[in-house]
């Protein structure tokens, strides 16, 4: 059985001021790296493949929890939110000309204007997934977690989702039949032994 383990990056500025990131490579914050150099993958995970996004908010997310630096693969790179992307996602929900809808109110071929749909940031995603032999850490990005958890557990992006992605935490897929959830709960990131 094949299983990929979901780990989303750590904070950025962005993310603590409500800025929609996408494909900007904003760094990590510092008190966010000084927080994940603490951290490390738990057994069996501290031995799989470790992947990452080419942005660097997740390839550092990586190389400090798994001690290593990761292999990078374009599929992993956040969601295209088009026009949207830098900025506040509470200013354009206010704005009734923006277009902006609650992630439960997509759909999945609800497209921010010039950006991706979950349908096809699937497209990008499945046959990275089918390539997939070894067990896998994948540092990625909301976006990316909420495609592929979708898939897993039958969410069509409408109405509340079945998970709450938090950070530090592994998301496990088995996808030794499809793309199912593996583990009901996710697994905790473990504080780094000491050397």
């Known amino acids: 059985m094949t299983k990929l383990a979901l780990l989303r990056h750590g904070h950025t500025a962005w993310n603590r001021a409500g800025q929609i990131q996408g494909r900007s490579d904003i760094p990590l914050e510092d008190d966010a790296r000084a927080n994940l150099a603490q951290l490390a993958l738990p057994r069996p995970w501290d ?7 080419p942005l660097s908010r997740a390839q550092e997310t990586a190389a400090l929890v798994g001690g290593r630096p990761p292999a990078t693969a374009p599929e992993l790179i956040e969601m295209n939110w088009g026009d949207w992307e830098g900025q506040k996602g509470l200013e354009l929900k206010a704005d009734p000309n923006s277009g902006f809808r609650d992630i439960e109110e997509w759909g999945w071929s609800y497209r921010p204007p010039g950006g991706e749909s979950p349908a096809e940031v699937w497209a990008r995603l499945q046959r990275w997934v089918a390539g997939l032999s070894r067990d896998t850490v994948a540092v990625t990005h909301i976006g990316i ?3 592929l958890l979708a898939r897993a557990t039958g969410w069509d992006f409408e109405g509340p989702a079945p998970f709450q992605i938090k950070r530090n935490r592994l998301f496990v897929l088995d996808l030794s039949n499809g793309l199912s959830v593996a583990e009901a709960e996710p697994v905790r990131l473990i504080d780094r032994p000491a050397e």
């Not at 031995?47 to 996004?53: N, Q």
Request: proline fraction near 0%.
């Open 47 to 53: 031995g799989a493949d470790l992947v990452a996004s």
């Open 145 to 147: 977690m909420r495609v």
